[in-house]
């Protein structure tokens, strides 16, 4: 439901906007902008299907040989003591708990083109055993709710971002981006099961201090390495972590005498009907966003809120970034022209344009991650799932600057 108001709010803002930019200053361009930006992210929407499509057919096959081959089962049971406490509606070994992890997993390695399609396998599991199947679970939302605060402990793109527009030194956003991702995923997650009253007992406690032992291990593990060493060694950790991930289905697969070829075939064919599956959703979601964007509604909310933050005297040389922020929860690609816009402008090195880059990298894309996984099973109530998930986004923010002006400011 919430959703539903959200993408008729998107529509009606722009259309008001275009009305008031009409009547004040006689451009009547802005009406061809809008509709040309409706054209245009419909045609992207369906280039990311498309390009989903060969993503998403190759590892749910991958996916499918290691369900076949017991893998998934085996990581179910692995995961069950913490997931069991916060996916209580999904039965223990249940193979939806075996995608979460997997889904989760690879979100934290920075893997995106691998975490989506494990993310649907896992939302395919957990409508089996949804009884109203347009409505989401509360194991759906928590699901949605830590995808969207994007835990990542290697962001490798966003370093070779600022390693092309000439950073001096393109890591040293890593540890901003490691601790405010961190936190704005445990705000979101404690938010979530103080709402579904799922009691954070010690099993909790101690999975969680055991993520925040690995986060600060890594974060100091790259602290001692050469700037040059940072990238290098967390893009080859992450793709032979993932190589590795795929061996080990298919000769897990040799073992149990699994067909591995016709089993990937049959996962391949179900990966294809859900990127054709989850068209509309993309379409409607992207082309709002790209009429509110087109209108210039971002740019005035932007601009209000310098002024209001220059009128009380309150520090705004973070201002820069907030177009970032504010776009980050709305696309993926349009938070990063943001970031790299800011950086050809101010320098790749000046504050503001580190901080867009940590923003980036603490949270994931909310309104894309809805549209998609709750489009790939036909659920239409949301529930309260974009409140949490956006709270992870804010938290996710709000870290950003303040441990931005921590490190530089």
């Known amino acids: 439901m919430i959703l539903n108001y959200i993408w008729i709010g998107f529509l009606i803002v722009a259309f008001l906007m ?86 989760l997993s690879a979100n934290m390695l920075g893997l995106d083109n691998a975490a989506t399609p494990m993310g649907l396998r896992a939302m395919q599991e957990m409508q089996t055993l949804n009884k109203q199947k347009d409505t989401a679970t509360d194991a759906m939302i928590m699901f949605l709710v830590l995808n969207s605060s994007g835990l990542c402990l290697i962001p490798v793109s966003i370093m070779m971002y600022r390693a092309q527009g000439g950073a001096g030194n393109p890591t040293d956003v890593f540890i901003p981006i490691l601790l405010a991702t961190a936190i704005a995923t445990l705000v979101g997650l404690t938010a979530l099961c103080l709402r579904q009253k799922i009691r954070m007992d010690r099993v909790i406690w101690s999975w969680l201090g055991g993520i925040a032992a690995v986060v600060g291990g890594i974060a100091w593990w790259f602290s001692t390495m050469p700037a040059a060493q940072v990238e290098k060694y967390s893009t080859f950790a992450a793709n032979f972590i993932l190589f590795s991930v795929i061996i080990s289905f298919i000769v897990a697969g040799m073992r149990k005498r699994v067909n591995v070829y016709d089993c990937f075939i049959e996962g391949a064919k179900e990966g294809f009907r859900t990127a054709v599956g989850i068209i509309p959703y993309l379409v409607a979601i992207l082309v709002a966003i790209g009429m509110f964007r087109a209108s210039g509604a971002l740019d005035a909310a932007t601009g209000a809120v310098a002024m209001a933050l220059e009128g009380i005297g309150v520090d705004t040389q973070w201002v820069g970034a907030l177009p970032t922020m504010l776009m980050k929860p709305l696309s993926g690609s349009g938070s990063c022209a943001m970031m790299l816009d800011v950086m050809k402008a101010e320098g790749a090195d000046a504050f503001v344009s580190r901080l867009a880059a940590v923003v980036r990298g603490s949270t994931d894309t909310t309104f894309y991650i809805l549209a998609v996984y709750f489009g790939s099973v036909g659920v239409m109530k949301t529930r309260y799932a974009a409140g949490y998930a956006l709270l992870a986004d804010f938290t996710g923010a709000v870290a950003a600057v303040l441990i931005a002006y921590l490190f530089w400011g």
């Open 18 to 103: 275009a009305v008031g930019t009409s009547l004040t200053t006689g451009d009547t361009a802005i009406w061809s902008d809008i509709m040309n930006a409706s054209f245009s992210q419909a045609s992207f929407a369906f280039e990311i299907s498309l390009g989903l499509t060969g993503i998403l057919s190759l590892w749910m096959g991958i996916m499918k040989i290691g369900e076949k081959a017991g893998v998934i089962a085996m990581m179910s049971r692995l995961v069950s003591p913490f997931f069991s406490r916060l996916f209580p509606g999904i039965p223990k070994e249940h193979p939806a708990m075996g995608a979460i992890f997997m889904n």
